[in-house]
């Protein structure tokens, strides 16, 4: 052979041997980084020196802020719990808003009814346990025919005083109220609607009377 003919064998078996050892060597190591990162001292930022603040102020307060929603309604009923989703809901939609969560009371004659069942129940039970000697004690020397019927079933009498007496009581105390006020104005009221309101209904109830009590305001503002 040649040395042309060398040249043109060997070359091409030289670069194949060498691609052989470079694809099965391990790869070089990296170099160390020498770049060196000056670092400059940070000058503080003086906050009364800049004319523009670091942090833009919200101009906006809460939709709610400075109004209260009175959520009145009636404990017995166990209304607890809707008031409370109720009073989240609005925290929600109207951020910064007041809610107060508070009993509805019934009318005053069946809150006094109340009291006459509660005493009826332990009169019920302190005569069957007294037993015959409290009649003479308040001036009936024979106790009634109805005393012996309860004291031949004790236990069941006085069962049956206590839970007849809780239902009563229940149904006196209840007062079926769920009423909703903003900044005193009623906005929605179980009693006349005879139902609870929805959360759209009052979301939208509670914001025309906020947006109303703004205008208010801002007239009195104005003419002051």
Not at 22 to 27: H, I, K, S
Not at 62 to 87: D, E, L, M, Q
Not at 112 to 126: A, N
Not at 188 to 196: A, Q
Request: charge should be positive; hydrophobic fraction near 40%; include cysteine.
């Amino acid at each position: 052979m040649d040395r042309a003919q060398l040249l043109l064998v060997g070359l091409p078996l030289f670069l194949f041997v060498t691609d052989l050892f470079g694809l099965f060597a391990p790869p070089p190591p990296k170099p160390p980084s020498h770049h060196h990162h000056t670092h400059r001292p940070k000058t503080p930022l003086n906050p009364e020196t800049l004319d523009i603040p670091l942090q833009k102020p919200s101009t906006i307060g809460g939709i709610g802020y400075g109004s209260t929603v009175n959520i009145n309604f009636c404990a017995s009923c166990s209304y607890r719990g809707t008031a409370v989703t109720t009073k989240k809901m609005l925290d929600t939609q109207f951020p910064g808003i007041d809610v107060i969560l508070e009993n509805y009371p019934p009318p005053l004659p069946k809150r006094l009814l109340s009291k006459v069942v509660t005493v009826f129940q332990f009169g019920v039970i302190g005569i069957i346990m007294a037993g015959e000697q409290i009649f003479p004690m308040i001036g009936i020397m024979t106790p009634p025919p109805w005393y012996y019927s309860l004291r031949a079933n004790r236990f069941g009498s006085i069962a049956t005083a206590w839970l007849l007496g809780n239902v009563v009581q229940s149904f006196l105390q209840s007062s079926g109220a769920f009423e909703v006020y903003c900044n005193g104005e009623l906005v929605f009221s179980k009693l006349k609607e005879g139902r609870f309101p929805g959360e759209i209904e009052l979301k939208d109830l509670v914001g025309k009377t906020l947006a109303n009590s703004r205008v208010t305001d801002n007239l009195g503002v104005v003419w002051s």
